[in-house]
């Protein structure tokens, strides 16, 4: 019989359970060893069958240990598989709630990310108001650089004049006032920009503007509406002041609109006694600034 052939009954062997395998093999046996046998005329019939029942006997007494034997096993290896299984399905109930308490943790995370997302997005907006509130607070007290239409103001002593005709600083502040009435944005005098600090201090033949001598011709350039500014500064209470003293004291003055003029931004100011955290309104500091 080659390697590939089944024995015969091969597969029936296979299926077939233990204990019924091992007793047809038995039987099997006993009858092919009986019917090899030659029949003995002389032999006694009775004594045959009672030799065929012991060993029918002792056959059935190996079964009874086999059966004994592989049920013991059976009850031995019991308990093993049974905490096996235990183990196992523990095991698995274990994964599943690691499972789920990593889906509760996902979905926390998810919408943790989709608050800080929402919070990114509203701090934007208020660092992008803030920051273009405070360059219309750097406009408005003279701290940015700006550009726009406006007046070029030329202005300078009368010749020969004596010391009594010349332009004092309530002159200069008479004009720079009227200017801002009638709706100047941003005003510089020779090159300084007025804040809501600057003021003009006669020092000798020199004028101070933020602490810097000035010197005429004085030049002041004032952004505004150049449809209405010379006009409306005509009409100012301060504007009427300034042309009278332009009359009465000589002083050469010459008002000219401009399609661009460039302002310098404010020099920074030393604050020596201002501490940070003395006011946190708001409105309070925009009230301070706009007066």
Same mark, same amino acid.
């Given at each position: 019989?080659?390697?590939?052939?089944s024995?015969?009954?091969?597969? @029936?062997?296979?299926t077939l359970?233990?204990?019924?395998?091992?007793t047809?093999?038995?039987? @099997?046996?006993?009858?092919?060893?009986?019917?090899?046998? &030659?029949?003995?005329?002389?032999?006694?019939?009775v004594a045959?069958?009672?030799g065929?029942?012991?060993?029918?006997?002792?056959?059935?007494?190996?079964?009874?240990?086999?059966?004994?034997?592989?049920?013991?096993?059976?009850?031995?290896n019991?308990?093993?598989?049974?905490s096996?299984?235990?183990?196992?399905?523990?095991?698995?109930?274990?994964?599943?709630?690691?499972?789920?308490?990593?889906?509760?943790?996902?979905?926390?995370?998810?919408?943790?990310n989709d608050?800080?997302q929402?919070?990114?997005?509203?701090?934007?907006?208020?660092?992008?108001?803030?920051?273009?509130?405070?360059r219309?607070?750097?406009?408005?007290?003279?701290?940015?650089?700006v550009r726009?239409?406006?007046?070029r103001?030329?202005?300078?002593?009368?010749?020969?004049?004596?010391?009594?005709?010349?332009?004092?600083?309530?002159?200069l502040?008479?004009l720079?006032?009227?200017?801002?009435q009638?709706?100047?944005?941003?005003?510089?005098?020779?090159?300084?920009?007025?804040?809501?600090l600057?003021?003009?201090?006669?020092?000798g &033949?020199?004028?101070?503007?933020n602490?810097q001598p000035?010197?005429?011709?004085?030049?002041?350039?004032?952004?505004?509406?150049?449809a209405?500014?010379?006009?409306?500064?005509?009409?100012?209470?301060?504007?009427?002041?300034?042309?009278n003293l332009?009359?009465?004291?000589?002083?050469?003055?010459?008002?000219?609109?401009?399609?661009?003029?460039?302002? &310098?931004?404010a020099r920074?100011?030393?604050?020596?006694?201002v501490?940070?955290?003395?006011?946190?309104?708001?409105?309070?500091?925009?009230?301070?600034?706009?007066?």
């Amino acid at each position: 019989m080659s390697d590939r052939e089944s024995p015969p009954g091969g597969g @029936e062997r296979i299926t077939l359970p233990l204990l019924d395998l091992i007793t047809r093999e038995a039987l @099997e046996s006993e009858y092919r060893e009986a019917h090899a046998r &030659p029949v003995d005329p002389t032999a006694d019939p009775v004594a045959g069958r009672v030799g065929s029942r012991r060993v029918t006997a002792v056959v059935c007494a190996v079964l009874g240990v086999l059966a004994v034997t592989a049920a013991v096993q059976t009850n031995r290896n019991a308990p093993v598989d049974e905490s096996s299984r235990a183990a196992l399905i523990a095991q698995v109930n274990d994964r599943r709630e690691n499972l789920a308490l990593l889906e509760r943790l996902r979905g926390d995370l998810r919408r943790t990310n989709d608050d800080l997302q929402v919070r990114l997005e509203q701090v934007i907006e208020e660092e992008l108001s803030e920051r273009n509130r405070v360059r219309r607070l750097q406009v408005r007290t003279g701290h940015l650089q700006v550009r726009g239409p406006g007046v070029r103001i030329a202005v300078d002593n009368a010749e020969g004049a004596d010391p009594t005709q010349v332009i004092r600083d309530e002159d200069l502040t008479t004009l720079v006032n009227g200017l801002w009435q009638a709706g100047a944005e941003a005003i510089s005098v020779n090159g300084e920009r007025l804040t809501v600090l600057s003021a003009f201090r006669n020092r000798g &033949p020199a004028i101070l503007v933020n602490s810097q001598p000035l010197n005429p011709p004085y030049v002041v350039l004032a952004i505004g509406n150049t449809a209405t500014l010379q006009a409306d500064f005509a009409n100012t209470t301060s504007g009427l002041k300034w042309l009278n003293l332009v009359h009465a004291l000589g002083f050469e003055f010459t008002m000219d609109n401009q399609g661009s003029l460039t302002l &310098p931004a404010a020099r920074p100011a030393t604050l020596r006694s201002v501490q940070e955290g003395l006011s946190t309104d708001r409105d309070v500091v925009d009230e301070e600034i706009a007066s």
